[in-house]
């Protein structure tokens, strides 16, 4: 960042260039807007239908006052999204580690078991199993799900006790009066550093809409909207003049043009201490010279962050390796041809509502029937039984009984056309599975009739085929980058101290953390030491541990071949047990070095089990 930019982000009233910069910034995000939302009606129906959302009718209310079963949403949807966001998620968690890494190089091979666990702890801290959930749900619903990974550091200071200090070196001499000024130093201390992933809402993502959506890379610019209360603002790392935001008025809210921001409104901001911001991250292409940045004329990528649309809080250029917008995306099914593909409930939306309704019709055709319509004379019988629902209908006085009661009431015969709405919707649901791919099988239930274990592994296998590929581009387009970035972040801003906190303090770590970390990040730009192993696939661990034990047990039984090989079986025992989950065998080496007899308690040899025990010679006395 540029020295004087601080100060000038901090000014109560920011020079033109910020300004102009500003305008620029919010007129693009205007124009993604503009494009954006024409989903936003489709969204909202998807949601809905999902969530099983209906709004009552006059009908639906006097139901419901009689206790009557109401008009109801059908939850096919529900079953179909949960089942594909269930499938994918085992999918991709099926192996021991979320990422796994394969070397490109024979030197690479030294920090693999390191970088793995490196990104364990990542995914444990950063990249959590909720929001890869939030993430398949949105894609299934929206067929769109965007991930924003961004490097957070939380510290914080603290006084060490002088308690922690030796006491006899504290009035001894200077050096001792010395560890008396220390420990009353305050140091600095990480509570937490790593990649952090969160989840962006569709609704509240901006990307350069000139270009397809597969496209998205190519764009001058992507950004994002997020409610922060406006204290959480002041504590932004980098963030400057946070004090001189005011909350919304409604003239500048409403040509904000309808943001969906959940529990954000011009009315919710009144108070001037307790008020929500709208912050806008965008990460855009510029000449920063332009803006009086910096005195390059070259495009560099920069990310600014905007309060509310009033000014610009914080401005810095994106130096990492990775080269690019920070954000991950993913769609079902990406479409050159298309802005925006359909998700999956889109996709079975028609035949749902069809369901619904068929189902709907027959609960209101039955009810109707129960409600046994009559032919009444209304000259022989009390009507008023009749509309309270008396259990006994009564009959007016001296009505003739010739002729029995058919003559004077009577049910009224008819002809049920909903008899098969049942069957029509239990085909409308089959056509569904074929369409969607999400069927029976997926769903943990069988089709009806006898079948072998191969047929039905065949069966699994075919259902499970066409959300494999979807399962196969979601990992390609958006989790894969990702792992490849949480690798780059950590090999470039990965403090020594953490790195140790995670793999303890030893020499190999020592050596590890030489190769690991890079002083020079750009070393790092197009890093291809490590490619991401595809998660949609069964791990090869255990079959490269099965080789590699044959081949082991294959050089013992032969020391002739193991003493002409230049092989370390060592070395080669050691990977076995890596592959297998078993990362440290140096807790079960011996004291005494290789080829030395192992001493008992005692300091003697034990005896042998079966044999008997020797007694030691007398001592000479000559």
């Not at 609960?363 to 009507?383: D, F, P, T, W």
Request: glycine content about 4%; overall charge negative; hydrophobic content about 40%.
């Amino acid at each position: 960042m540029p020295k004087d930019l601080p100060t000038r982000l901090a000014a109560e009233e920011q020079d033109e260039a910020l300004a102009s910069l500003r305008q620029d910034c919010l007129r693009d995000i205007r124009l993604s807007r503009s494009k954006m939302s024409h989903y936003y009606a489709d969204w909202d129906y998807a949601l809905e239908t999902y969530q099983q959302i209906r709004d009552d009718d006059t009908s639906d209310i006097k139901a419901k006052k009689k206790r009557e079963p109401a008009k109801q949403t059908i939850p096919l949807t529900y079953a179909q999204v949960n089942t594909f966001v269930t499938y994918l998620t085992l999918l991709y968690t099926q192996n021991q580690r979320f990422f796994e890494y394969a070397p490109t190089g024979t030197d690479d091979f030294d920090i693999k078991e390191e970088c793995e666990k490196i990104i364990e702890r990542e995914v444990r801290n950063g990249f959590s199993t909720p929001v890869l959930v939030q993430f398949l749900l949105d894609i299934a619903r929206f067929n769109l799900g965007v991930l924003k990974p961004s490097w957070q550091v939380r510290t914080t200071t603290i006084t060490p006790p002088a308690s922690t200090l030796n006491f006899a070196q504290l009035f001894t001499d200077t050096a001792g009066l010395q560890l008396v000024q220390q420990a009353n130093e305050q140091i600095e201390v990480i509570i937490k550093e790593g990649t952090t992933v969160d989840n962006v809402s569709p609704y509240n993502f901006f990307p350069d809409m000139r270009l397809p959506l597969k496209r998205w890379q190519e764009g001058a610019f992507a950004a994002d909207e997020t409610v922060h209360h406006v204290r959480e603002v002041k504590r932004m790392e980098g963030v400057s003049g946070a004090e001189f935001l005011s909350a919304y008025d409604v003239a500048s809210w409403a040509a904000k043009g309808a943001p969906r921001l959940e529990g954000l409104d011009s009315k919710s901001n009144k108070d001037e201490d307790d008020f929500m911001v709208v912050v806008v991250e965008m990460q855009r292409w510029l000449k920063p010279k332009e803006y009086e940045l910096s005195d390059s004329n070259e495009d560099e990528l920069w990310m600014i962050r905007i309060g509310n649309d009033q000014r610009i809080l914080s401005a810095e250029k994106l130096e990492d390796a990775n080269m690019g917008f920070t954000y991950k995306l993913a769609q079902m099914a990406p479409d050159e041809h298309s802005k925006l593909s359909d998700s999956l409930v889109a996709l079975i939306d028609r035949l749902q509502e069809t369901v619904t309704w068929l189902m709907n019709t027959r609960i209101e055709a039955v009810k109707n029937n129960i409600e046994k319509q009559l032919v009444v004379h209304s000259q022989y019988v009390e009507l008023e039984d009749l509309q309270t629902r008396s259990p006994f209908i009564r009959m007016k006085k001296n009505t003739p009984i010739m002729g029995g009661l058919d003559n004077f009431i009577q049910q009224l015969k008819t002809n049920d056309p909903t008899v098969t709405h049942i069957q029509d919707a239990d085909t409308l649901m089959k056509m569904m599975y074929q369409v969607s791919g999400v069927n029976e099988n997926a769903m943990g239930g069988f089709h009806g009739g006898r079948r072998s274990a191969t047929e039905a592994r065949n069966v699994q296998a075919g259902s499970a085929a066409r959300m494999k590929l979807i399962a196969t581009n979601i990992f390609q387009s958006a989790i894969s980058p990702l792992g490849k970035q949480l690798l780059i972040n950590a090999r470039q801003w990965m403090s020594e101290e953490t790195f140790f906190k995670i793999l303890g303090e030893d020499e190999d770590t020592y050596n590890a953390w030489q190769t690991f970390h890079k002083d020079a990040w750009w070393e790092l730009i197009g890093s291809e030491d490590f490619f991401v192993f595809d998660a949609t696939s069964a791990s090869e661990k255990t079959f490269v541990a099965q080789s590699l034990q044959e081949l082991a047990i294959a050089l013992m039984s032969n020391p002739e071949m193991l003493a002409a090989t230049n092989i370390d079986l060592v070395k080669i025992i050691e990977r076995i047990q890596e592959l297998r989950g078993v990362t440290n065998l140096k807790q079960f080496q011996r004291d005494q070095p290789i080829g030395q007899p192992l001493l008992g308690a005692d300091g003697q040899i034990p005896p042998v089990p079966g044999q008997p025990l020797s007694v030691p010679a007398a001592p000479s006395l000559a």
